[in-house]
């Protein structure tokens, strides 16, 4: 069982960038996949999550410039990151309770 998450890079402020969490041994269409992050020196937070049922949730931070998605053909998830800020440089980590991803680097620059 394993969550693979990549697209992680460097991008602009104001910039889009994709990441995406590819899953085996899990359905990804039956299980709540979320993303979440953590800054260098902070805890880690949650950022977006989509249910099974496709309820989707974003924390306040990022609400109206990311997009959780699910594409079952594929088993993945995706996170779209638009007008992107300093602030949301981190490690973000795929997840479904209580399986982690091993987290893909974002630095965004001012």
């Known amino acids: 069982v394993q969550l693979q998450a990549s697209g992680g890079g460097f991008v602009q402020a104001g910039g889009s960038l994709r990441l995406s969490c590819t899953a085996s041994?899990?359905?990804?269409?039956?299980?709540?996949m979320g993303w979440h992050r953590q800054a260098p020196g902070k805890q880690r937070e949650f950022v977006a999550r989509?249910?099974?049922?496709?309820?989707?949730n974003y924390a306040d931070s990022v609400k109206g410039r990311f997009t959780i998605s699910r594409d079952n053909a594929k088993n993945a998830v995706y996170l779209q990151m638009n007008s992107r800020k300093p602030e949301d440089t981190a490690v973000y980590y795929c997840?479904?309770?209580?399986?982690w991803g091993q987290g893909t680097l974002v630095t965004v620059s001012s």
């Open positions: 041994g899990i359905q990804v269409s039956s299980n709540t």
């Open positions: 997840a479904s309770s209580p399986l």
């Open positions: 989509i249910s099974s049922g496709g309820l989707i």
